[in-house]
């Protein structure tokens, strides 16, 4: 054996390790570092350089693969899930940003779903209710009958 062939290793050696990490917001809001890509850059047995480079499949929060176009990002409190284009919308009232977990529907006047935050559904809730409660403590006084006609 001549000095070459004794300074290679019996099997592959490690020469370098890159990975990338990128810092998301867990749950809480906490920072954390979230795996990307890893290349591996070793030596062989033989005497080659050899490179293995490790992806990680993403995906948004609505389950969609993550190389569909971005939609945005949840405005709820506590959420910071991203969804597709597809699946992200914005409430019609306060236009926050909202995944497919927090989006809720509710009928305006001319019968249509519209999608609105659970913040804004309250309130729009509590003023139907409130407005139904006046109605009827002022339908023996006021006739709410359409003029337009």
């Known amino acids: 054996m001549n000095e070459q062939e004794t300074n290679l290793p019996n099997d592959s050696e490690e020469l370098r390790k890159d990975e ?3 810092q998301r917001p867990n749950a809480k809001g906490e920072l954390f570092d979230d795996f990307e890509h890893r ?20 995906e948004y929060g609505c ?4 190389r569909r ?3 945005g990002r949840c405005g709820e409190e506590g ?9 992200y919308t ?6 926050v940003g909202l995944c497919l977990f927090h ?12 999608p609105v935050c659970s913040h804004c559904r309250d309130t729009i809730q509590r003023r139907r209710f ?4 006046g109605a009827l403590l002022l339908s023996p006084f006021v006739s709410f009958e359409d003029h337009s006609k």
Request: aromatic fraction near 6%; include cysteine; charge should be positive.
């Open 103 to 114: 989006v809720r529907y509710l009928q305006n006047e001319t019968g249509q779903k519209v």
């Open 20 to 22: 990338i990490f990128t």
């Open 69 to 71: 176009t971005r939609g």
């Open 39 to 58: 290349t591996d850059t070793v030596l062989t047995s033989e005497g080659g350089i050899s490179r293995k480079i490790l992806n990680r499949e993403r």
């Open 130 to 133: 409130w407005g139904n409660i």
């Open 79 to 87: 959420c910071f899930r991203d969804s597709c284009a597809d699946c």
């Open 90 to 95: 914005r409430c019609s009232a306060c236009q």
């Open 63 to 66: 389950g969609h693969d993550a």
